[in-house]
């Protein structure tokens, strides 16, 4: 009821007439109290000064019209609005009084449907669905703003979902001002059933129609449903093969049982080179070169080539990529060579890989089978040698909203892979990785982020196991307060990796402006050969939060409680 009365007072100042004091013209105001400060805000002198006695009741009964039209608006039908204008003193007062009663209750509601939701299988549960979603039920406060809105969400929702052309044939709000309550009557028509039809595509010149085919997750014969149309326009957004996509779909008017599908299109360029260059307190200063060709041969292969330099590490590395099967599956080879110069580490590396993935909804499934070898110089220790031939399977699921700055929901990734000395490689290990993170809001601007992430590797010894396949922490998205990968196995100044690894982490996140925040956590971590030498190491701080177009920007200021030194971290807070 307060938020109602804060809108009645704006909407009731901006209607009245504004009068100069100075001008001999003086407001009286009796209201509430937040009512007549707020009035009274809006009444500074601006403008010409009205003194004419005919004007100045004109304007009074035009004010008195409107500011009752607002207070039903916000479901004060009982409410009294009352002004005058007299002569005083040589000039003029104008008095206001506003009370504005007791605001009406919904107090019945009688929701009905027609059509095919009525009469056909699963209609119970359909119908069921909607009135679940309606939000003015017995005992809710009624706005007139809120009937609109209830009633154009709930025709949306219908719509959205198997009856495509649903739309409001009646309505009505019976208000007894005597009771203060409001009698709802709203009848939805469905209409019929609505399955997807055809499938046209307009904009296509360079590629192949079966690019768009095999992303399709709005066949023909479907139900109608929109999230599928949806999810269609965001694989051919995805796919890197056009620069903008639109997909709908509308019931044919001969036939509204059927809506064919209709995309279109533009295409990417065939062949693009990019530059980029950057900063992380993790690797140091960044340049890049990106070139991607989405033709080869007239086929609708895609070369992607990036060729990146940092302080700590260099990277060359290429992809082939098919276009997505019919099922959802993707094809992928490649190859990439990397060098890093971490912890006293110095790691070449040269792998080739097979990968074949598929993104369906919010779970990610990634199958790759990688043979690298490796080249690791510890300081102070000779030269050696690994190589592996591992497949692992890795599992994402993200259910994180909103997508581009989420405070609610959650992710998960489940990492299982292995290798076999009887298949190219060193050693036999099976390694797992386990990574969560949940996200639980306090109020509109606030929320915790809970992370944790565990790893494991079976193996009678890390003798012979790539760097890639051990584990490490410490940096700007892990321990904070400590540098990049030094949490670790001591090998003289060197860190190297382990064969256990657990990291937790709480942070509070509040965003003062639209755009900018603050947050303080506290991360805790470590990685070791064997669970009995496990050490957690804690650091924590305060930093600041930026929404970029690319994702949310951290600055945070940590103290490492082990080693008693501050760091600076700067990243981009993209939850995997």
Not at 4 to 9: I, T, V
Not at 121 to 141: D, F, K, V, Y
Not at 378 to 395: C, F, I, K, Q, Y
Not at 396 to 403: I, M, N, S
Request: net charge neutral; glycine share 8%; with cysteine.
């Amino acid at each position: 009821m307060r938020a109602g009365r804060w809108m009645l007072a704006f909407m009731l100042a901006v209607t009245l007439p504004v009068f100069s004091q100075s001008a001999g013209v003086r407001l009286d105001i009796s209201a509430p109290p937040t009512v007549k400060s707020l009035i009274e805000s809006r009444l500074a002198p601006r403008g010409a000064v009205i003194t004419d006695e005919f004007e100045l009741r004109r304007r009074l009964a035009q004010a008195l019209g409107e500011s009752r039209e607002a207070l039903e608006a916000l479901g004060f039908y009982a409410a009294k609005v009352d002004a005058g204008l007299t002569e005083e003193s040589g000039g003029w007062v104008v008095r206001v009084n506003v009370s504005t009663g007791e605001q009406t209750k919904v107090c019945a509601l009688d929701l009905r449907f027609e059509g095919a939701i009525a009469t056909e299988i699963h209609s119970e549960q359909n119908s069921e669905r909607l009135r679940s979603l309606w939000p003015m039920t017995a005992g809710a406060e009624f706005r007139h703003v809120d009937w609109e809105a209830a009633k154009a969400a709930l025709a949306k929702a219908a719509a959205d979902r198997v009856y495509a052309g649903a739309r409001i044939k009646d309505s009505r709000a019976e208000i007894d001002v005597t009771t203060h309550c409001a009698s709802l009557t709203v009848v939805l028509d469905s209409g019929p059933a609505v399955r997807f039809g055809p499938l046209t595509v307009t904009g296509l010149n360079r590629y192949d129609r079966r690019i768009v085919d095999n992303l399709n997750t709005a066949d023909a014969g479907n139900v109608f449903d929109q999230d599928a149309l949806l999810r269609f326009q965001l694989a051919l957004q995805q796919s890197g093969f056009f620069s903008a996509v639109n997909v709908t779909a509308q019931p044919d008017v001969l036939n509204p049982a059927v809506a064919p599908v209709q995309v279109r299109v533009e295409e990417q360029r065939l062949k693009a080179l990019s530059f980029g260059a950057g900063f992380s307190t993790n690797t140091g200063y960044r340049g890049q070169v990106d070139y991607v060709q989405n033709s080869i041969l007239d086929k609708p292969l895609k070369l992607s080539t990036s060729l990146k330099l940092e302080e700590k590490a260099q990277s060359a590395r290429g992809d082939l990529i098919w276009p997505r099967e019919a099922g959802g599956w993707q094809w992928s080879v490649g190859s990439r060579i990397e060098r890093e110069d971490v912890q006293d580490v110095i790691t070449r590396r040269y792998a080739n890989f097979v990968q074949r993935g598929k993104s369906a909804g919010d779970i990610d499934r990634i199958w790759t089978l990688t043979y690298l070898s490796e080249d690791l110089t510890v300081r102070g220790s000779d030269p050696t040698v690994n190589r592996t031939l591992m497949l692992n399977h890795a599992w994402t699921l993200r259910r994180l909203k909103p997508a581009a700055f989420p405070d609610s929901g959650y992710a998960l990734s489940v990492q299982l892979g292995g290798a076999s000395r009887a298949l190219l490689s060193e050693q036999d290990f099976v390694r797992t990785h386990v990574k969560a993170v949940t996200l639980y809001p306090l109020d509109s601007k606030t929320f915790f982020t809970l992370r944790g992430e565990v790893g494991v590797v079976a193996a009678n010894s890390r003798d012979g196991i790539p760097l890639d396949y051990l584990f490490r922490t410490g940096g700007s998205s892990s321990v904070r307060g400590y540098g990049y990968e030094s949490l670790g196995v001591r090998q003289g100044s060197a860190v190297v990796g382990g064969r256990y690894l657990a990291v937790g982490s709480v942070e509070l996140t509040r965003w003062l402006t639209k755009n900018w925040g603050g947050a303080v956590f506290v991360d805790a971590g470590g990685a070791s050969d064997n669970w009995q030498d496990y050490k957690a190491s804690v650091g924590y701080g305060a930093g600041a939060r930026l929404r970029t177009p690319v994702g949310p920007l951290s600055l945070d200021l940590a103290f490492a409680d082990e080693t008693r030194t501050l760091r600076l971290h700067f990243n981009l807070s993209i939850p995997f």
